[in-house]
């Protein structure tokens, strides 16, 4: 097969990713999807840990930013407030799986949770704590202890679309 049409599948490929972390940020955004007891579940952080753990090329980086772009627009955070920590969890958490752990299920459950529950933490104490809310527990458990654990359980459908996209396009990642 040649360069060119290697180059190309990277390219779908990359697209293809970039389409799903779309349709998450439309479905993060509409008002009341999967909304149960005041609590919203995330998808776009634990999609782009699932990424880390699953890919391993140098563009994901991108994806990464996009992502973190549109939680930023779907949030009404300055540029950067997601951005950040989304770049840095998934680089972390691409580490750890590439020393330390495997890719599989019950690794993404933990590393999506872990990291999840870091980055609304720091939206709960940037947004809410230094504001001065009233009412911290609940805003606490419920935005984000039980927003990042209901954000988890969307986290196996992420590994499963990531890793069909992958296997699809497996022949330039043998190289």
């Known amino acids: ?46 999609f782009c840990i699932n990424l880390a753990m699953l890919e391993d090329e140098q563009y994901t980086i991108i994806i990464y930013v996009i992502a973190g772009m549109l939680f930023e627009l779907s949030a009404g955070r300055i540029v950067g407030f997601y ?17 330390f752990f495997k ?29 001065g809310h009233k009412g911290l527990l609940t805003i606490f458990i419920k935005g984000v202890l039980l927003s990042s654990a209901y954000s988890v359980l969307f986290s196996i459908i992420h590994y499963k679309v990531i890793y069909t996209i992958q296997n699809r396009f497996k022949r330039f990642n043998a190289r």
């Open 1 to 46: 097969m040649n360069s060119r049409k290697l180059a190309i599948e990277k390219m779908v490929k990359y697209v293809l990713l970039s389409l799903y972390a779309f349709v998450l940020y439309i479905l993060q955004g509409i008002p009341g999807f999967l909304f149960i007891f005041g609590i919203k579940p995330v998808f776009l952080v634990p």
């Open 103 to 131: 890719a599989n299920y019950r690794n993404t459950i933990a590393l999506s949770f872990i990291s999840t529950f870091i980055i609304l933490l720091i939206d709960f104490f940037f947004g809410y704590i230094l504001s």
């Open 83 to 99: 951005t950040i920590p989304i770049i840095i969890a998934c680089t972390i958490c691409s580490i750890v799986v590439k020393f």
